[in-house]
């Protein structure tokens, strides 16, 4: 079964510290990608996705994230996080009609 | 442009009575359709889906249905809510690229007393 797993629940970084946020997927084939970041009782908005091509994607406020498919992994990064940053981000996979599978999501705090 | 809008955003609702949200979407037809249920520390889990008029597919057995009565309109009911039916609700949409990219709406946010 497909499946998406984001290992932290929890990521503490320091206001203009450098951010990484870690996703595994499990899929027979190359699935598409995504992050999503969501503020307290708002909707998902997409950071950047993953189809195909070049492994390095880079997505909006200064996201990007890395495929890796020797480590089954699309980590997401930034250089130095602001204290907007805060919130809960998602790693997903698919590519079907059938919806998209989330991972449990990683809750960022950033400390001043 | 495309926009999706859900409502209530808040509902407060007695165990036993019924539920419905709807969502609807504008600037796109033929949309697939969607609805999401967040647990706190469980992620998005996926209840409905839906491809066209008429067709819903359920991912999982539950105390909810799901109706899709015209092509932007998408509606999730219940007849008797039960306390672990609260929690915050997503409706989202995905375009025909096939890419699996979905947009989603502001949520509603369910409370059973």
């Known amino acids: 079964a497909q499946s998406v797993t984001q290992p932290d629940i929890h990521i503490t970084v320091s206001e203009g510290a450098s951010l990484e946020l870690r996703c595994n997927y499990s899929?027979?084939?190359?699935?598409?990608l995504f992050w999503y970041v969501q503020s307290p009782g708002q909707g998902l908005q997409l950071l950047l996705k993953?189809?195909?091509?070049?492994?390095l994607v880079q997505g909006i406020k200064g996201f990007e994230a890395e495929f890796k498919r020797s480590q089954s992994s699309f980590n997401l990064r930034k250089p130095s996080v602001h204290w907007s940053d805060a919130a809960e981000y998602f790693c997903a996979g698919g590519g079907g009609a059938d919806g998209l599978t989330f991972g449990k999501g990683t809750h960022l705090i950033i400390q001043p | 442009s495309q926009t999706i809008h859900q409502w209530p955003a808040t509902l407060v609702q007695p165990v036993g009575s019924p539920l419905s949200l709807e969502c609807t979407v504008e600037?796109?037809?033929?949309?697939?359709l969607y609805w999401y249920r967040q647990a706190a520390g469980r992620g998005l889990q996926l209840l409905f889906y839906?491809?066209?008029?008429?067709?819903i597919s359920s991912e999982v057995p539950q105390n909810l249905s799901a109706s899709r009565p015209q092509d932007r309109q998408f509606i999730l009911s219940s007849k008797k809510l039960l306390l672990s039916d609260s929690g915050f609700y997503l409706c989202?949409?995905?375009?025909?690229?096939?890419?699996?990219?979905?947009?989603f709406g502001e949520g509603s946010r369910l409370t059973v007393l």
């Open positions: 899929y027979g084939a190359t699935p598409y």
């Open positions: 839906s491809v066209g008029i008429g067709q």
């Open positions: 600037g796109t037809s033929n949309p697939n």
């Open positions: 989202a949409w995905s375009g025909g690229t096939n890419t699996g990219e979905l947009f």
């Open positions: 993953y189809f195909s091509g070049d492994t």
